[in-house]
């Protein structure tokens, strides 16, 4: 993984003393929190329900056990005992005291981490494939250009205050898992017809009120003009993008405002005129931050069938966990482990301190300290060797972080909610806590198979309910809490955003809406078809005529 050198570390460390004289003078009275406001987004920091919230960066969801072993010790020592890992690759610590976020900052500092443009309308952290490196389905490592993207935007002092929060996601693969299609700018990795490696820059994408899928601004882009083009495309966002009304200011607005092909013809326009510039990336600036991202000393090893099925044999709950958790790995005799942070009943994606001291000490006995962060609110080691799955498996059970229900519909993604968002309508983590309850029965799950759910709070969609095959959205009726159903949404590079299929549910009736849905689709698979399949196949009438009876009643 990247490391420092001196100018990082010394830009951080100024960042940091810069933000406790800016809390001094706060704490003083000296500036109004409308002044601290921006000075604090900038630096991570919200205000939330009922205390501020620390947003720290974890670039491309990477993370050393020393990293981890600093986050735990700062969720025992500064807040509550946990954090939360989020869907773009961070973690939030929800009870900070203000005049101490500085030290927190700062111990951060220590182990080359930071909380800078993790809030306010700037260029947010950038995301990446969790298997990069290490999948055999990439056609190349994706790391090496979100941390060059990461280096060059990071502080860019012409994107400090843009007209709204910019999120940029990268992917190797043609199996996206970043959700690359709803990022202001999504960037794939692929090859041109002289085998040359370059990117496909799609743009425009996202989610919050008005949900929509990225479209392709360039299909062939060179490596060495990455920089170059996408500050073309900052550029002309920077300049046309509205600031008169929060809604209508993401570049997706502009996009659809002006269309695919006029953007593009203003993007090329200034490209052309910087391609050339400084902003072009040299060969031997593309390797020397590869170098950092170079394969793990992995051992030649065998891989051990006969022991793995012995194992799986023997042991039903390693059998199923091995079955939904475990992944292939591009280096013969070693496999990719899925850590689930969605134990039944749960909050999904939170972690005690306990827990992340515990799972940076396995990472150093079996994945050679490393361990990466997923958008999906999980965990990964990259670097088990497969004769020590069972042992980590045990390991890992006791410290429930081996809920086997990876892509199941026990693996929800959940935003905070109303039990700590002052934007939320609604709470979501007791209905994610409930709707695992009903759906406890890991064999049910197996049966059910692939179906991803999601939570959000509120229409600004942190839970990326729009993208969920099925999608739960918190809304506010006269006081009460109701929650809108979508269905047949697909984050993948087969985008879709979800349909709304009726009237929201009340709390009390919205895990029995699920039940309805999925009761439904497995009547009507045919086999081997998932959930999103059947959807697509049948529609959303089946299931509205299970979800609203009263309604097909009247209408026949």
Not at 335 to 345: D, R, W
Request: aromatic share 8%; hydrophobic share 40%.
């Amino acid at each position: 993984m990247y490391r420092y050198d001196e100018l990082d570390q010394r830009i951080v460390d100024e960042r940091v003393e810069q933000f406790r004289d800016q809390v001094a003078r706060r704490m003083a009275g000296e500036i109004t929190e409308d002044e601290f406001k921006p000075l604090r987004l900038m630096n991570g920091l919200y205000l939330q329900l009922h205390a501020y919230m620390l947003r720290i960066a974890i670039p491309y969801g990477m993370l050393s056990s020393t990293q981890l072993r600093k986050l735990a010790h700062i969720a025992r020592t500064y807040d509550r005992g946990y954090g939360h890992f989020t869907t773009r690759q961070c973690i939030q610590f929800n009870w900070p005291k203000l005049e101490e976020t500085p030290d927190i900052l700062a111990e951060l500092a220590e182990v080359q981490m930071h909380a800078i443009q993790t809030s306010g309308n700037s260029f947010r952290n950038v995301t990446a494939d969790q298997y990069a490196g290490v999948s055999a389905d990439e056609l190349e490592d994706s790391r090496p250009y979100a941390e060059i993207i990461r280096q060059w935007g990071v502080l860019h002092p012409e994107f400090s205050y843009l007209p709204r929060k910019f999120k940029i996601a990268v992917t190797g693969s043609s199996n996206d898992r970043t959700a690359a299609k709803f990022h202001d700018i999504g960037i794939i990795l692929k090859k041109n017809d002289a085998g040359e490696t370059g990117f496909e820059i799609m743009i425009g994408g996202g989610q919050g009120r008005t949900p929509m899928i990225a479209q392709t601004v360039r299909e062939f882009l060179p490596r060495h003009d990455l920089l170059s083009y996408l500050e073309a495309i900052m550029r002309i966002y920077n300049l046309m993008g509205r600031r008169d009304n929060i809604f209508k200011a993401k570049l997706k607005i502009l996009v659809y405002k002006l269309g695919i092909d006029e953007m593009q013809k203003l993007v090329e326009e200034e490209w052309n005129q910087i391609k050339d510039g400084p902003l072009k990336l040299p060969q031997a600036e593309i390797d020397r931050v590869a170098a950092h991202f170079a394969p793990p000393p992995h051992e030649t090893v065998e891989s051990d069938a006969r022991a793995f099925d012995i194992h799986k044999f023997e042991s039903p709950a390693f059998a199923r966990w091995a079955r939904t958790n475990v992944a292939a790995h591009k280096q013969p005799g070693y496999a990719i482990v899925n850590l689930s942070l969605k134990p039944t009943g749960g909050v999904p994606g939170d972690a005690t301190a306990e827990q992340m001291d515990a799972v940076a000490d396995l990472a150093d006995r079996y994945s050679l300290g490393e361990i990466r962060v997923t958008h999906e609110q999980n965990l990964v080691f990259a670097h088990v060797k497969e004769a020590d799955l069972h042992p980590l498996w045990r390991a890992l059970d006791k410290i429930d972080f081996a809920t086997p229900n990876l892509s199941l519909i026990g693996d929800m993604i959940c935003c905070p909610g109303l039990d700590y968002c002052g934007l939320a309508s609604a709470r979501s983590i007791p209905v994610a806590q409930r709707i695992g309850r009903r759906f406890a029965d890991l064999d049910r799950q197996l049966d059910i198979g692939e179906l991803r759910l999601k939570i959000s709070g509120c229409i600004n969609a942190c839970g990326h309910h729009h993208v969920g095959h099925i999608g739960i959205l918190g809304v506010e009726r006269k006081g009460e809490e109701y929650y809108q159903i979508t269905l047949g949404g697909n984050p993948a590079m087969d985008a879709t955003i979800g349909d709304v299929v009726g009237p929201a549910f009340s709390s009390d009736d919205v895990v029995d809406a699920v039940e309805a849905i999925v009761t439904t689709y497995v009547k009507l698979r045919a086999d081997g078809e998932r959930f999103l399949d059947t959807y697509r196949r049948v529609g959303a009438e089946p299931f509205k005529e299970r979800l609203y009876p009263e309604k097909t009643d009247a209408a026949a």
